[in-house]
C-alpha cells in the first residue's frame, strides 16, 4: 500500500490517502492537547502506545463481534484504516463517576455508578463539545435513530470486553470516548473508528488506584510518558 498526500491533520493524528480504494492511513503524533486545545504539549512516545494500543484493542473487539475500522498495522505510529464518514457524536461511557460527571453532578471521582451510563458530546470545537442527548442528535440530523440504536448497542459491548479484558491486567476502566463513523464502502454500515487510548480513556490501576491515562498530563501529575509505558507492558506490548 502506497501512502500518498495528507488529507487532514488533527490534534494527535495525521491522516493520509492511499492507493487503495476506501482505506486511509492514520499517522499518530506525540501532540498533546487538553481543554479544547488550550493546553499544548507533548508526550514522547505516545504516538507509539496509542497506535499499537489500539489496534490490539481494535482486533479483540472485532473478535468479540464489534465492527470497527482498523485494516492493517503498517508500522509503530502508522495503521491502514477504512476511509469512514465520522458520525460528529463523542461517546461517552462510564462505570465510575470521574471528570465532568463528577463536577456537573457534584459526586466525588472513584464513587461506583450503580450501571454504566452513556452520554453524547456533539463534536464541534467552536462550541466545545457540548453535551447532547440522543433526541438532540437526531433533530440536529447529526444521526438517525437506527444510528444511535447501533451505536449504544455497539458502546455498552465494548465497555464489556474492555472492563473484562483491562480486569486481567488490573487496570480499571473508570470511562472512556469513542467516535463511530459510516463505512461508504458498505452501504453506510456504522463501525467503531478513531482510537482507544489513554488520550481517550480513564484508567486506574486497580491496587493503588494511580493513574495510568492522560488525566496526568490534564491535571499536571507527573509521569505522563511513564503511564503510558505503564499501559502498553501491561498489555506485552513491549515484547
Ligand atoms: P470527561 O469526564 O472530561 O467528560 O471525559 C470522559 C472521558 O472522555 C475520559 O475518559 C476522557 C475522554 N475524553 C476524550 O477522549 N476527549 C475529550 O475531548 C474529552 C473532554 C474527554
Ligand atoms: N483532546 C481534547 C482537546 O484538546 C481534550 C482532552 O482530551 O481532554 O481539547
Not at 440522543?134 to 449504544?152: C, S
Amino acid at each position: 500500500m502506497k501512502k500518498l498526500e495528507q488529507l487532514y491533520e488533527g490534534k494527535a493524528k495525521k491522516v493520509f490517502a492511499t492507493d487503495v480504494e476506501n482505506v486511509c492511513i492514520v499517522d499518530y503524533k506525540d501532540d498533546a492537547t487538553a481543554f479544547n486545545g488550550l493546553k499544548k504539549g507533548s508526550i514522547a512516545g505516545k504516538g507509539v502506545v496509542n497506535n499499537r494500543m489500539s489496534n490490539f484493542l481494535f482486533k479483540l473487539l472485532e473478535a468479540k463481534g464489534v465492527p470497527t475500522h482498523f485494516v492493517e498495522e503498517i508500522s509503530d505510529r502508522e495503521t491502514a484504516v477504512k476511509k469512514v464518514e465520522i458520525v460528529p457524536l463523542e461517546v461517552i461511557i462510564r462505570n465510575i463517576a470521574a471528570g465532568s460527571f463528577s463536577k456537573r453532578y457534584g459526586v466525588e471521582e472513584g464513587t461506583d455508578l450503580a450501571v454504566p451510563t452513556i452520554e453524547f458530546s456533539y463534536k464541534n470545537d467552536d462550541l466545545g463539545d457540548p453535551l447532547i442527548n440522543d433526541y438532540h442528535a437526531l433533530a440536529l440530523k447529526l444521526a438517525t435513530w437506527e444510528e444511535i440504536d447501533t451505536i449504544k448497542k455497539y458502546a455498552f459491548k465494548v465497555n464489556e470486553v474492555l472492563k473484562e479484558y483491562f480486569d486481567k491486567i488490573g487496570v480499571i476502566l473508570v470511562d472512556f470516548k469513542l467516535e463511530f463513523g459510516r463505512d461508504r464502502s458498505n452501504g453506510g454500515k456504522i463501525i467503531l473508528a478513531d482510537e482507544i487510548s489513554p488520550d481517550t480513556c480513564r484508567l486506574w490501576d486497580a491496587v493503588t488506584k494511580e493513574k495510568l491515562d492522560k488525566d496526568r498530563f490534564r491535571r499536571d501529575l507527573g509521569n505522563v510518558e511513564d503511564a503510558y509505558n505503564e499501559m502498553f507492558a501491561r498489555l506485552g506490548l513491549d515484547k
